[in-house]
Each structure stands twice: as structure tokens, then as C-alpha cells.
């Protein structure tokens, strides 16, 4: 049903090494050294040929395999392969730990692990990921759940608290058979919960490519020297590349930004609502297309379920610009009004 090509349980989303601190790891590669088995990892299974059982992270909580399997098809080398059980059959598909009391962190933590469905998750209802809660009110438990009518499925996260417990769900999305998907759930033990899938994709990097082209034609049309939003980043010491691929997803400037718990939040009412519609407006005055832009608007008022190009907050007409030339309004950006 599914492979895991790699699985992770780590104190919180910050470590130390060497005296400085440390953000969340580079998960787009095998982790190795310090990302591996520093102090703040609590348990990694990478299913390796050889050692398909053991922790990576030397701290001793190997597997005994109970009804899944071992693939070479792993994300980065090894997997561990399921299947459907329960309703089909109820039998135990997994890998299994011996419960220990480092295995259930006391304070902030973070699970993550590459997933890649296989066809048979179709139709299958609640798949689980991990498990160390089932039929208690202790520990943890992450699923994903069963498809809307779209076949889109959220992650669900079970936190037992001894007396009571909490679930948390993610927005849903599309988990096609045969694409690997990278999963994240940080909780900051004072009552929050977040997920992540993928991070910064390349495809992600390049829409964010498309409009940072946008905003720096603008820039040149009114006669403002112009470089890239990631080279500017780099300069400022957000991160280390100017690539934006490796600047958005691994810049320490970047990384530990937690993403918002609601659409109802100024990240998107005000890059779109404000910059992305002033982009648009003005660019229609020069004469420079923002066709990426206008379409992040569209579909931003789609998610908001509000139309940010009707309430024009950063219109060139609210800035007090609208009707003039585009001589005049070069002319005011340079002396103000």
C-alpha cells in the first residue's frame, strides 16, 4: 500500500552543533553525521541493505519486521513496504520498536518520513504511518486519512495527553501512486501542531522564479536598478545560495519559519492581497505583463474566499496614483508626495 523510504523522530526543530544553532535538517538527502545521530535525534529507520532493522541513529531502537517488507526502492536507498490490512485483512503490516522512554518525548518534536503510495492505497480508508498511541490516551499517532470525493487526503496526527487526547489535521491533498512525498509533524508541546509536505519543490521555486521576474521588469520599466529576490537574501545573510531552489528550502533564514494555521492570515492577505495586486496594477499602467501574478491573485481569492483585485488595497488608484501618467508617477516615486 505504501513504501517509507525513511523515517525520523527528533527533539523539536532546532539543534546545537559546534556552538551555533542549527535548523531544521536537509531532508532532501539520506541524512548522515550529525543529522543522523546528533543528540537531537531520537530514532532514524532508513531500511538500508544490510542494516534494513537498525536505528541510524545509534540509539538502539531497532525493528522486528511484523508482516511488511523490505524493498531496495527506497527514497534514497531502503523502504519499508505495506500493505492493505484492515478491512481486507485484519492482519499487522510493519516494523516494529520496543516501546522505550525516549520514544516518547516529553517536550517539542518533530516526526518526518518520505512516503510513496502504491496503486492499491485507492479506496483504502485511514492509513497508518506510525503508530505508539493505538488504544491509549499516551504518545503518538500519525495517519493519513481516508480520500474526499476529489481522492484528496489529509495527514492526521493523534497526541495523547494521559487523560485526554488531540487530533490535528492537515489541509487535504493529492497523494498520486508512485510519487515520493516528503512529510513533516512538528509539535511544540504547548498545545500547536504544524505539517509540511515537501518543503520548497522545484516547481514551487519556479513560480517563485516567475513572479520575482515580474516584480524586476517593474523595477526596470521605472528605471530602478533590479537583481534577484534570492541574491538579495544571500547578501543579507538569510542564506547561502542564490539559487532560489536552495535559498527558500535550506537558507536558516528561511527553514524554522513555522507556516500559518489558517488561511485567514496576513502571509496571504497582504503578499497577495496587497503585493501581488499593486504588481498588477502598476504593471498594467507600464505596460509590463504579470500574467503570474494576476493568476496567484485569482487563486488566492479562490482560497481566501474574498477578491483581493476588487478591494485594490495596494492599487495604484488606493496609493492615491490612479489616472496619472507614467512620467508622473516615476516622478513621484522619486520626490514622494
Do not use: N
Amino acid at each position: 500500500m505504501l513504501l517509507a523510504g525513511g523515517l525520523a523522530l527528533a527533539l523539536a526543530a532546532v539543534a546545537q552543533q559546534e556552538g551555533a544553532t542549527r535548523h531544521c535538517q536537509p531532508w532532501q538527502a539520506a541524512y548522515t553525521g550529525d543529522d543522523a545521530a546528533g543528540k537531537h535525534v531520537i530514532a532514524l529507520w532508513q531500511f538500508d541493505a544490510g542494516a534494513e532493522t537498525s536505528d541510524a541513529s545509534g540509539k538502539g531502537h531497532d525493528l522486528e519486521l511484523k508482516g511488511a517488507a523490505f524493498s531496495k526502492e527506497g527514497r534514497f536507498g531502503g523502504a519499508l513496504e505495506s500493505f492493505r490490512g484492515w478491512p481486507d485483512e485484519d492482519k499487522a503490516h510493519a516494523a516494529v520498536a520496543k516501546s522505550a522512554p525516549d520514544l516518547s518525548p516529553a517536550g517539542p518534536f518533530t516526526i518526518e518520513m518520505w512516503i510513496k503510495p502504491k496503486p492499491d492505497l485507492e479506496g483504502y480508508p485511514e492509513a497508518v504511518l506510525l503508530d505508539k498511541k493505538y488504544g491509549d490516551q499516551t504518545d503518538y499517532q500519525l495517519a493519513l486519512g481516508p480520500a474526499d470525493p476529489g481522492g484528496a487526503r489529509s495527514l492526521k496526527a493523534y497526541l495523547g495527553f494521559g487523560s485526554d487526547s488531540a487530533t490535528f489535521i492537515s489541509e487535504a491533498a493529492k497523494y498520486e501512486p508512485g510519487l515520493w512525498r516528503h512529510i513533516a509533524f512538528t509539535y511544540d508541546a504547548a498545545g500547536t501542531g504544524r505539517f509540511y509536505r515537501d518543503g520548497v519543490s522545484p516547481a514551487v521555486a519556479r513560480a517563485i522564479d516567475a513572479v520575482d521576474g515580474e516584480r524586476m521588469a517593474l523595477l526596470k520599466a521605472l528605471g530602478y536598478p533590479a537583481q534577484p529576490e534570492p541574491l538579495t537574501s544571500m547578501q543579507q545573510g538569510y542564506c547561502a545560495s542564490a539559487d532560489t531552489l536552495e535559498c527558500y528550502s535550506k537558507g536558516p533564514g528561511f527553514i524554522d519559519f513555522p507556516s500559518p494555521d489558517t488561511l485567514d492570515h496576513r502571509y496571504l492577505h497582504e503578499d497577495v492581497g496587497m503585493g501581488l495586486v499593486f504588481y498588477c496594477s502598476l504593471g498594467r499602467l507600464l505596460g509590463v505583463p504579470t500574467p503570474v501574478s494576476a493568476a496567484l491573485v485569482a487563486l488566492g481569492s479562490a482560497v481566501a474566499g474574498r477578491d483581493y483585485a476588487a478591494e485594490g488595497a495596494r492599487s495604484l488608484e488606493a496609493l492615491g496614483l490612479g489616472g496619472m501618467s507614467v512620467e508622473a508617477v516615476k516622478a513621484r516615486m522619486h520626490t514622494g508626495p
